[in-house]
């Protein structure tokens, strides 16, 4: 017996209805808004995640499945898509003719992170990135589309979209240096990761999840108190644009985000549904990116959203009907050429239809049909066929009829649909 690596699930089942609502939808919804498929390899050059999510990051000093190659090369499984799409778009020159550019992907992310509720080391995100602007008009749409696109599972009550403004170098570099002074003076309460963070990357210590370190960071500076004009005047427009597209908001200052790439605006959709996991989707601006991995200076923002997470909200609120099977048809061999006609014809119509493969007894092909929950059993016997009729049975209310094959799709649209 083979069992799964630790933090690697299947889904399967019932569980699957919910994904698919959600896959069914992502890609018609961010088309609307000019964004187009691209697809990544899961596989890149440990170096792109180096130099694009950063050096000093969890992700990248703890978190990454890393092995060399034959030939020596270390590859990493992909932690996140901007790196890549980034990657991709330098590459393949995406960025001519100079334009805006829009892309959206779907696919599974790797993380060696501690598993826990709405945690996981295989987990999937939906992406999108766009290129070209640095238009706080296009922050806002981007939230806009990731605001909406969650609400438009009906969770909207669980959800709280928060925004910051973590400037840009120069104002991340006073900032910095405050808070370094500010830390310092309790260096000997912070927890181990934290100290290491203090002369690494002392803004990944305003998101530590360990309470001694929590009661320290509530009294830290705020980076919206070190904006220099030019981030001040994004972030402000950011929220104007936000309230002309009526998007609920909170400005939150602590937001630091897990990636180093970002400048300027950082978002997150956060629930408290799911224990320590509270991002739903969550992205930013990421201007000096494409430039800092060998592409032009060309501004980009995005976000991703956890689709294990989403599912899990998806399924406090409502309860999917798992059944596969609209029409159960029952025949004996005689019959099967007018049972297989029938098939056809409901399958046209859109009925999920499967056949007693087994030509059985009815008793026995009856009890098949209810194990696999289906809604209706179509029977097609000797006097089915000498009368030109079909044997209807709706399963959840026991009632049996002939009917004629010109009343059989009226009376399956009244039972299934
Ligand atoms: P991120 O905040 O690292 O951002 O991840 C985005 C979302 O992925 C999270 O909000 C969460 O829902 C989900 N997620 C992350 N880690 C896990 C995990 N271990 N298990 C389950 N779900 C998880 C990024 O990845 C950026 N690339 C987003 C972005 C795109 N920024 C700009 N463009």
Redesign the pocket.
């Known amino acids: 017996m083979f069992k799964k690596v630790k933090g690697f699930r299947d889904i399967f089942g019932k569980d699957t209805f919910y994904w698919q609502l959600i896959e069914d939808k992502f890609r018609n919804y961010f088309s609307k808004f000019g964004y187009e498929e691209i697809k990544i390899p899961i596989l890149e050059r440990t170096d792109l995640f180096v130099r694009g999510i950063g050096e000093t990051t969890d ?1 990248v000093e703890k978190e990454m499945f890393t092995f060399q190659d034959r030939d020596g090369t270390y590859l990493s499984l992909r ?4 790196a890549s799409v980034v990657r991709s778009f330098i590459e393949n020159k995406l960025y001519e003719p100079p334009s805006i550019r829009k892309y959206y992907y779907y696919g599974p ?1 790797f ?1 060696r ?1 501690r598993p826990q509720k ?4 295989q ?1 999937y ?1 939906i ?3 766009a290129f070209g602007s640095v238009s706080p008009l296009l922050d806002a749409e981007v939230i806009y589309i990731l605001y909406t696109f969650l609400n438009s599972f009906d969770i909207s009550e669980f959800l709280k979209l928060e925004i910051n403004s973590i400037g840009c170098a120069e104002c991340r570099s006073k900032y910095r240096e405050k808070l370094v002074n500010y830390f310092e003076k309790y260096k000997s309460d912070l927890c181990n990761d934290c100290i290491n963070r203090l002369g690494r990357n002392p803004l990944r210590i305003l998101d530590c999840k360990v309470e001694s370190c929590k009661i320290i960071v509530k009294n830290a500076p705020l980076i919206l108190d070190f904006l220099c004009n030019d981030c001040a005047k994004h972030f402000n427009k950011l929220k104007d644009y936000l309230n002309v597209f009526e998007v609920e908001f909170a400005v939150n200052p602590k937001i630091v ?3 180093d790439y ?1 400048v300027k605006t950082a978002f ?1 959709m956060v629930t408290d549904k799911l224990g320590a ?1 509270s ?6 601006r ?1 201007d000096g990116l494409i430039k800092a991995l060998g592409g032009p200076d060309i501004p980009g ?6 689709v ?2 989403l599912v899990e909200l998806v399924k406090i609120k409502r309860d999917m009907e798992y059944r596969l099977v609209d029409c159960y048809i029952i025949t004996f061999d005689e019959y099967v050429k007018e049972a297989v006609s029938l098939l056809n014809i409901l399958r046209t119509e859109g009925y999920n239809t499967t056949i007693g493969y087994d030509l059985g007894s009815i008793k026995s092909e009856m009890k098949k049909a209810n194990r696999l929950n289906a809604k209706t059993v179509l029977i097609i016997g000797e006097d089915e066929v000498k009368n030109d009729v079909i044997t209807l049975r709706d399963m959840d209310s026991g009632e049996q009829s002939h009917v004629t094959y010109d009343e059989l799709l009226n009376k399956l649209e009244k039972i299934i649909n």
Do not use: H, K, N, W
């Open positions: 992700i932690p996140e898509g901007t992310m993380r992170e709405g945690r996981f080391r987990f995100q992406g999108i990135e985000r897990g990636l970002y997150e996991s991002a739903v989707g969550a992205g930013g990421y923002i995005g976000f991703a959203i956890g294990d997470r």
